[in-house]
């Protein structure tokens, strides 16, 4: 039987019950809506808002390796410290804070297994009490690794030219074969463009993840992705949503659980491919 490549990046909601004032470990939660955390939230949970937080709000790129340390230092995040991310929507957003922090180098970070709805419909504490942590000395990173995880407009173009290996399509089927350009339930805003970048293949982000949001077994992943896809260690794989935050999730599973190390999230993804002048799409 195949078994998840790094298994120790998962804990299970019965073993965060257990480790809610472990001093080694912070528990950040991310969400689609930044104001769900202030409903109610895992006991020592921090929040970290994808956008306000993550996001520069001028230059479309992340903040500064400044602000990162800052961030950090601010929720009580040394470089030591094991990073716990769990959020709404089966960890979309987790999973896009977990990339966003590996961006800086941040390498000791977990996903909730099933997330934030997996903990509350288990019956398990939340509350509304925000606590601060002292702060700590986070030193500012000397470098950001963009090249290792990252994928650009042109990087992508001339992948996708050159076949050079998997394009992975995550979004809904509609917004694939361009009959939407956002999710079914959300306006359909965003993009000039329907359709998909030319060669990808669709593969949306759920088919990850059983009913309770966790994970499949390593088994069905590697059918999804390395028998479905191609996907494997000889040639890079690149994925994309419409963001880059359901295409942080499907990073997240074939970096860790399957344990390729050549997987690049497009982030740009649909919103600027679809708007770009002059850039091929298929439908």
Request: overall charge negative; charged content about 25%.
């Amino acid at each position: 039987m195949k078994n998840y490549a790094h298994p120790e990046v998962l804990v299970e909601t019965s073993w965060l019950a257990e480790h809610l004032n472990d001093p080694t470990i912070r528990i950040i939660e991310s969400n689609e809506d930044p104001l769900l955390y202030d409903t109610g939230h895992i006991p020592n949970a921090v929040n970290i808002d994808w956008r306000a937080d993550l996001n520069d709000p001028l230059i479309r790129d992340y903040i500064s390796t400044e602000k990162f340390a800052k961030l950090c230092s601010q929720k009580g995040i040394s470089p030591e410290t094991t990073c716990i991310f769990y959020g709404d929507k089966s960890n979309w957003w987790a999973c896009y804070s977990l990339w966003v922090f590996r961006l800086f180098g941040h390498s000791a970070v977990k996903i909730l297994n099933g997330g934030r709805d997996k903990w509350i419909k288990e019956g398990r504490p939340i509350t509304k009490e925000k606590v601060i942590f002292p702060e700590t000395s986070y030193p500012v990173p000397t470098t950001r690794h963009d090249h290792e995880i990252r994928a650009f407009y042109d990087e992508v173009l001339q992948f996708c030219k050159e076949k050079r290996g998997p394009l992975i399509d995550v979004r809904s089927p509609g917004e694939y074969t361009g009959e939407l350009i956002h999710m079914p339930e959300y306006p359909q805003e965003g993009a000039l463009r329907g359709g998909h970048i030319p060669g990808a293949k669709s593969v949306p982000w759920k088919m990850a993840v059983k009913d309770d949001g966790t994970f499949k077994s390593a088994e069905e992943l590697s059918k999804i992705y390395e028998e479905g896809c191609g996907v494997s260690d000889d040639k890079q794989t690149i994925v994309y949503c419409r963001i880059g935050e359901r295409s942080s999730h499907t990073w997240f599973v074939l970096t860790y659980l399957l344990g390729h190390k050549n997987v690049k999230n497009y982030d740009g993804s649909w919103t600027e491919w679809g708007n770009k002048v002059g850039a091929p799409i298929e439908r």
